[in-house]
């Protein structure tokens, strides 16, 4: 993605379980080598209202990549990106990353999700990819299904599994 600005921040909460990313991206690589890059991504879920006929069901926000994308284009996954030099801190390139790709502003680090997925391209960069389960400032949620290539969806256990299968 682009180097946009995150919003103006808003008070983040951070478990003390991910204090240790509250470091420039350049720190971060410096005591993980032999990673070069680093990519973040967002786990966002939503509840749905109960009604009557069905009860409420736990929903995770897939984006879907650009077509034009060199590397898995028109891909459905979780909001993420590359961390940034710019950014302040690893724990900002997740903010950053879910405000250009959803509009959403990050409120809270839930946790880790995993202890990171190594990868190297075909450059042969070492990249590490950090996960987070997020909540995102209420209110709007809702207008995330209105926002062209993000879409909500059902049975999220599963679909990360269908997710990370359909990608090896």
């Not at 028109?74 to 909001?79: A, G, H, R, V």
């Given at each position: 993605m682009s180097s946009a600005t995150a919003p103006t921040p808003i008070h983040i909460h951070i478990p003390q379980s991910l204090a240790h990313l509250t470091v420039p991206l350049s720190?971060?690589?410096q005591k993980n080598s032999p990673f070069t890059n680093l990519a973040v991504g967002a786990c966002i879920f939503a509840r749905t209202a109960a009604h009557q006929s069905s009860p409420s069901q736990l929903r995770l926000l897939l984006v879907q990549r650009?077509?034009?994308?060199?590397g898995f284009p028109?891909?459905?996954?979780?909001?993420g990106g590359s961390a940034e030099e710019g950014d302040p801190t690893i724990l900002?390139?997740?903010?950053r990353e879910v405000f250009e790709e959803t509009g959403l502003r990050l409120t809270r680090f839930v946790r880790a999700v995993g202890d990171?997925?190594?990868?190297t391209t075909g450059r042969q960069n070492k990249w590490m990819k950090l996960t987070f389960?997020?909540?995102v400032q209420e209110g709007l949620s809702d207008a995330v299904e209105g926002i062209a290539g993000g879409q909500w969806m059902s049975d999220a256990?599963?679909?990360?599994?269908?997710?990370?299968l359909t990608r090896v």
């Open positions: 720190t971060y690589l650009a077509a034009t994308e060199r028109n891909l459905w996954e979780i909001p900002h390139s997740v903010a990171g997925i190594q990868f389960e997020i909540e256990a599963s679909l990360l599994t269908q997710v990370w």
